[in-house]
């Protein structure tokens, strides 16, 4: 049986009025969502749903007193009347907790104007095999912003049994076509209150799950939603970050959902809160005239189980890393690995990530914020400044923030670890201590290769 296909008898035995007592904490109850052609997927009997919804026609109003578990249709950031897409730099019809827009809202500098590059470097084209998809229209240097937008839509990324009550005893299918209907309900009332403009443009986007159940937004969502970081309601109050974490929530893009995926991507994409926008960054060099693209699924495994993860989008890659597969795992395998104990060794564990295409991966953030920590150890200002600048320009990195402070030979003195003149490299127990800085948990190498 399918993980998440039904709930659990605590759960049945709960009232309705009990679940949904305001205050309480919500459970999504996520489903595990099929893929293909599923047979038989008319609408169930059997079941009601509590449905606490508010239509929000004022994004400033506070979300305080509302109850945690409302679904809050909302409009972020603020728009004035009349808005239009072409007088307005964009805005995000979001389905959410009112937590997460407590969350939004309090996110420093929002909403902060949309960052722009200074022209436009792609252009949206037939790509033969794969539908649409972006090209490049110039030279484009690693790290570079390509483009950002606000999203069209920004939704929970599953369908949900928690505000469903059922009537009888339904089959775990029914359950799951159940909420599978409830959810696209849910998805048309923020459907309608789109901007015709945007609903166009919403409906014009691919859909890689025409037959197996999921309604026409709920399958241009799963085939186009990009996910969300930290935006889960109480989690990252208590709970440290994952690496990879996407949350429980996803973006559709009117420009951003048209990159198709390699496994040797070009671009990174990254959602900026205070912004409020999805911002497409260059991983490495791209020439004029090559195709962008952008990983769908995490890339720090073999291609058989890469191909398993792509197929709800309904194409097998064909990437060079795919084309390889053999000879590319292994080098994936043993760049991921490799344990950084001098500087040589970093500088070999990036190139050969870079070879990989891995340039967007945690991994390859921790090797570059090593590599440069032991040139700072070790007092050679000229190379720590060089990390230093290379991590502060990838604005997506978690890590580029604190980089920028030291990227120049003077502020590098200030670092804790600079130690001028010592010329020696750091023990294996300095070492040690230097990854637990850059926050390593022992699970996330257990789960690479
Ligand atoms: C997010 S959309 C990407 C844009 C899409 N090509 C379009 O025309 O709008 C995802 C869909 O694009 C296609 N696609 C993406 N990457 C592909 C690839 N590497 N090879 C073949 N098709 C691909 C698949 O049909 C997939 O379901």
Same mark, same amino acid.
């Given at each position: 049986m399918k993980k998440g296909f039904l709930i659990s008898s605590k759960a049945k035995a709960k009232s309705a009025k009990d679940r949904f007592k305001p205050g309480s904490?919500?459970?999504?109850?996520?489903? *595990?969502? %099929?893929?293909?052609?599923? &047979?038989?997927?008319?609408?169930?009997?059997?079941?009601?749903?509590q449905r606490p919804i508010m239509k929000e026609m004022d994004p400033l109003a506070s979300p305080e007193r509302l109850p945690e578990d409302m679904t809050l249709y909302t409009t972020q950031p603020s728009i004035f009347m009349n808005a239009t897409p072409a007088n307005h730099e964009g805005w995000t019809e979001c389905l959410l907790y009112p937590q997460v827009k407590a969350l939004i809202l309090a996110t420093p500098g929002f909403p902060a104007r949309l960052l722009r590059p200074s022209a436009p470097k792609y252009r949206i084209v037939p790509i033969p095999d794969k539908g649409q998809g972006l090209v490049s229209t110039a030279n484009i240097h690693a790290s570079d912003l390509i483009l950002s937008e606000r999203p069209l839509t920004l939704t929970p990324a599953s369908a949900s049994l928690s505000k469903i009550c059922f009537l009888r005893e339904?089959?775990?299918?029914? *359950?799951? %076509?159940?909420?599978?209907? &409830?959810?696209?309900?849910?998805?048309?009332?923020?459907?309608?209150?789109?901007h015709r403009d945007y609903q166009a443009a919403f409906m014009a986007l691919a859909n890689s799950h025409q037959y197996d159940g999921s309604g026409p937004i709920s399958g241009i969502i799963r085939t186009n939603g990009m996910g969300v970081?930290?935006?889960?309601?109480?989690?990252?109050?208590?709970?440290?970050?994952?690496?990879?974490?996407?949350?429980?929530?996803?973006?559709?893009?009117k420009e951003i959902s048209r990159l198709n995926h390699s496994c040797y991507p070009n671009t990174i994409a990254y959602f900026d809160r205070a912004t409020f926008s999805y911002q497409l960054f260059a991983a490495r060099d791209i020439a004029e005239g090559e195709e962008l693209t952008l990983t769908y699924i995490g890339l720090t495994v073999p291609a058989e189980a890469r191909q398993s993860k792509l197929e709800p989008y309904g194409f097998r890659c064909t990437?060079?890393?795919?084309?390889?597969?053999?000879?590319?795992?292994?080098?994936?395998?043993?760049?991921?690995?490799?344990?950084?104990?001098?500087?040589?060794?970093?500088?070999?564990?990036?190139?050969?990530?870079?070879?990989?295409?891995?340039?967007?991966?945690?991994?390859?953030?921790?090797?570059?914020?090593?590599?440069?920590?032991?040139?700072?150890?070790?007092?050679d200002a000229d190379n720590g400044c060089m990390y230093a600048k290379k991590i502060a320009k990838r604005r997506w990195d978690a890590s580029a923030n604190v980089a920028k402070m030291y990227s120049s030979p003077l502020a590098i003195q200030s670092h804790p670890l600079w130690k001028k003149g010592t010329q020696a490299e750091p023990s294996a127990d300095e070492l040690k201590t230097l990854f637990a800085g850059l926050g390593l948990a022992e699970e996330h190498w257990a789960s690479i290769f």
């Amino acid at each position: 049986m399918k993980k998440g296909f039904l709930i659990s008898s605590k759960a049945k035995a709960k009232s309705a009025k009990d679940r949904f007592k305001p205050g309480s904490r919500p459970d999504p109850e996520i489903v *595990k969502l %099929l893929y293909g052609v599923v &047979e038989n997927t008319e609408k169930p009997q059997g079941y009601e749903v509590q449905r606490p919804i508010m239509k929000e026609m004022d994004p400033l109003a506070s979300p305080e007193r509302l109850p945690e578990d409302m679904t809050l249709y909302t409009t972020q950031p603020s728009i004035f009347m009349n808005a239009t897409p072409a007088n307005h730099e964009g805005w995000t019809e979001c389905l959410l907790y009112p937590q997460v827009k407590a969350l939004i809202l309090a996110t420093p500098g929002f909403p902060a104007r949309l960052l722009r590059p200074s022209a436009p470097k792609y252009r949206i084209v037939p790509i033969p095999d794969k539908g649409q998809g972006l090209v490049s229209t110039a030279n484009i240097h690693a790290s570079d912003l390509i483009l950002s937008e606000r999203p069209l839509t920004l939704t929970p990324a599953s369908a949900s049994l928690s505000k469903i009550c059922f009537l009888r005893e339904l089959s775990a299918k029914e *359950k799951y %076509l159940a909420a599978l209907y &409830e959810w696209e309900h849910s998805l048309k009332i923020l459907f309608d209150r789109l901007h015709r403009d945007y609903q166009a443009a919403f409906m014009a986007l691919a859909n890689s799950h025409q037959y197996d159940g999921s309604g026409p937004i709920s399958g241009i969502i799963r085939t186009n939603g990009m996910g969300v970081s930290f935006l889960e309601p109480g989690k990252y109050r208590t709970e440290k970050p994952q690496p990879g974490d996407k949350g429980m929530y996803t973006a559709v893009c009117k420009e951003i959902s048209r990159l198709n995926h390699s496994c040797y991507p070009n671009t990174i994409a990254y959602f900026d809160r205070a912004t409020f926008s999805y911002q497409l960054f260059a991983a490495r060099d791209i020439a004029e005239g090559e195709e962008l693209t952008l990983t769908y699924i995490g890339l720090t495994v073999p291609a058989e189980a890469r191909q398993s993860k792509l197929e709800p989008y309904g194409f097998r890659c064909t990437c060079p890393a795919c084309h390889t597969s053999d000879a590319s795992d292994a080098q994936r395998a043993t760049s991921l690995r490799m344990e950084i104990t001098n500087i040589d060794d970093g500088l070999l564990k990036l190139a050969l990530m870079e070879e990989q295409g891995l340039q967007g991966c945690f991994e390859y953030s921790i090797a570059l914020n090593t590599v440069m920590n032991l040139y700072i150890r070790i007092g050679d200002a000229d190379n720590g400044c060089m990390y230093a600048k290379k991590i502060a320009k990838r604005r997506w990195d978690a890590s580029a923030n604190v980089a920028k402070m030291y990227s120049s030979p003077l502020a590098i003195q200030s670092h804790p670890l600079w130690k001028k003149g010592t010329q020696a490299e750091p023990s294996a127990d300095e070492l040690k201590t230097l990854f637990a800085g850059l926050g390593l948990a022992e699970e996330h190498w257990a789960s690479i290769f």
